[in-house]
Structures are given as C-alpha cells and as structure tokens.
C-alpha cells in the first residue's frame, strides 16, 4: 500500500514493508522508480528475511508528484532525509547509480546530525557526483546547448524519452560534490560495478574505493554487467551483498 509524505510542497509515494531490523532502505537511480528490477529484489529479500523495507520514489519520479525539471540533487536529498527519518532503529542503505551519491550524501548528513543508524551500505553501480560525471561525458555541442538554453535531451538507452538534463541540477550538483576528500560513512560499504558499464564506467568506482579510506570497503567487478545490472544473476549478487552486512 501506498503512502504519501509531503516533503516542501511535493507528495513523496512511500512503499513499505513491515519486518524487523535492520531495516532496508532503497534509494533509486535518475528517472527510476521504486518498482524497478533491483528495488523489487530488495523488497523480495525482505520479504524471504523478515526485515523491515521502506521504498520511495523521489520528486518527479514514479508515483510522487513534482515536476521532474525542478528536481535537483538538493531537493532529492531532502526527500530521501525526510524518508529516511521515518524509518526507525539500524538500517541498510542500498543505494543504485544516483541513489549511491545520494545514500552517501545521507550518511553523511545523518553522522552531522549525531545519527549513526546506518550499519552498511551497498552501492550498485554508484554515480557519486553524478552531475560532474554527466558534464564530462556531456559532448561539446550538447554542453553548448545546456549554457543556451539551459537544458539539453540525450537519447536513452533505457527508455524511448530522451534524458532532459537541466542546467539547475548540474549547478546545485555543485554543492554536494564528495571527491576530492576522504568520505567517511562510519560503516561497512559493498561496492558493485560492471566492468561493462558505459554510464558510470569502472573507474568511477574505483576512484570512489580511494576515498573511502576509514572504513571496510568491498568492491565487486562484474566483468560482464553493464550499468542495469537487474539480471538474475546480478539480483543473485545484490541479495548476498545485503546477507553480508546482516548483523547476526
């Protein structure tokens, strides 16, 4: 059943799974949803080991409401936060391209505030500072456009729509960039990548890995995955990666 939590001015659609703790939190990609291939493997598992999951689509995403051209790295935060305060006791963060920075840029917020109940991590494929990332893979004349105009359209490869990427997120991107320093979650970090993927290429993770230097950090190359990683085989890997940071 859905529920909605008003975030600003924005109904933000909430799923969850009642369960015991620690409890799993899923935050998805760029123009995904909460009924994706991964997210619905993560309530499955839940489901099979009793935990608690909580599931949410950002503004302009899924089943919440808000523009999708408003939406910015700042308000996405402020909504998964908001999410994330209605959870109650430890929880996993579990985390898929964009929603990696975003669960990254969580912990962070929560440890400021004093809040340790995040007890792990697992990043799928993760965008960390994903608007950089966009802009460098961004080609000249489409970086043109986006200082014209203010927006550009790339063609998907995910979906028939063209990706409309506005210059008001790449700018507040900005402000919550995490390379160039150590990130520091407090807890253990599950890392998994496709050699293969052509969005957030291996090496972006790999410069993540350098950055996390406080904490135990797991990284799995899958020398076949590409960006989706939703084959059965991959929601396979994705399940022991969260077995593995249960506390027993």
Known sequence: ???FLTVGDRPIAIERRPGRQPG???LGGFRSDMTGAKASAVDQFGAEHGLAVT????SGHG???G???FGTISRWLEESLEVFDTTAGPQILIGSSMGGWLALLVIRALRQRGIERVIGLVLIAPATDMTELMLAQMPKK???LLDQQGFVEEPSAYSPEPYRINATLIEDGKHHLLFGRAIETGCPVTILQGARDKDVPKEHALKLVQHLVTDP???TLIPDGDHRLSRPEDLALLARSIE???VE
Not at 55 to 58: L, P, S, V
């Open 67 to 69: 523009d999708f051209n």
């Open 244 to 246: 593995g940071l249960l």
């Open 63 to 65: 089943q919440s409401g």
């Open 217 to 219: 950090v797991t990284l």
């Open 55 to 58: 599931r949410f689509d950002y």
């Open 1 to 3: 059943m859905i529920e």
């Open 142 to 144: 489409y970086r043109k």
């Open 24 to 26: 799993l939190v899923w």
